[in-house]
């Protein structure tokens, strides 16, 4: 089993809908959860980090469930500029494990 | 001008060959990476340093070296490329603590460095 699991999706929407992905993890010492973005062919940067009373930054949400070891980033509103893959991250012991990313599309 | 600057940022190279990627920094952090990325597969650690006198193996560190020879530097080496080893290659930076509590957990990434290997 991998160490961080997302659905690659390609996620299809259309601008102004609300979309949700979802990430699950399998060390449960993990200590600290993230979300990267990646456009195309580019380098990823952190989006925003995920806290354990979940929070937000602007249209985005984030929110963390440690009992049942998953992530979840919300964006609300979607924007053409959205389109993008969405990377979680994970963070044990000096390490921080990727997951593959999900794909996010949005159409006009 | 970028933070984290990559060289090459393409190169196609044959099978055999000796191939040294460059990273260097100017966000002085101490904590140096190289990652690969593959389709399917994600991002992942190949080598990373701490500060100067510090290297470790990541989870796929076999076929390739570093070296870390100031603290804005961090070189990624394949002594015999193989077709395999055909990848996106990050050189990321961070100023990571050890307690982890806190941590932005940000890593700056360099534009990549794509690999062919023939």
């Known amino acids: 089993r991998k160490e961080v699991e997302q659905d690659p999706g390609p996620f299809n929407v259309p601008e102004g809908a609300t979309v949700a992905f979802n990430c699950t993890y399998s060390?449960?010492?993990?200590?600290?959860f993230f979300w990267y973005r990646q456009d195309c062919r580019k380098e990823p940067k952190l989006l925003m980090s995920?806290?354990?009373s979940g929070n937000e930054d602007g249209r985005f949400t984030a929110q963390l469930n440690r009992a049942s070891q998953y992530i979840s980033l919300l964006i609300r509103d979607s924007k053409l500029s959205d389109s993008a893959t969405y990377l979680c991250?994970?963070?044990?012991?000096?390490?921080?494990?990727f997951g593959t990313g999900t794909r996010l599309l949005v159409s006009p | 001008d970028a933070d984290v600057t990559q060289t090459p940022r393409n190169r196609i190279t044959k099978t055999g060959k000796r191939i040294m990627l460059e990273c260097s920094q100017t966000k002085g952090h101490d904590r140096m990476y190289w990652y690969r990325q593959d389709p399917g597969l994600g991002l992942r650690l190949i080598y990373y340093s701490f500060d100067v006198k510090d290297i470790n193996k990541g989870e796929i560190s076999d076929g390739y070296s570093v070296s870390r020879q100031a603290q804005a530097k961090f070189s990624l080496s394949l002594e015999s490329a193989i077709p395999n080893q055909t990848a996106l290659y990050f050189c990321?930076?961070?100023?990571?603590?050890?307690?982890?509590?806190?941590?932005?957990?940000?890593?700056?990434f360099g534009e990549g460095s794509r690999l062919t290997v023939l």
């Open positions: 995920v806290y354990s």
């Open positions: 060390n449960s010492a993990s200590q600290s």
């Open positions: 991250v994970v963070k044990g012991f000096q390490k921080l494990v």
């Open positions: 990321a930076t961070s100023d990571l603590r050890y307690s982890g509590q806190g941590s932005t957990g940000e890593l700056f």
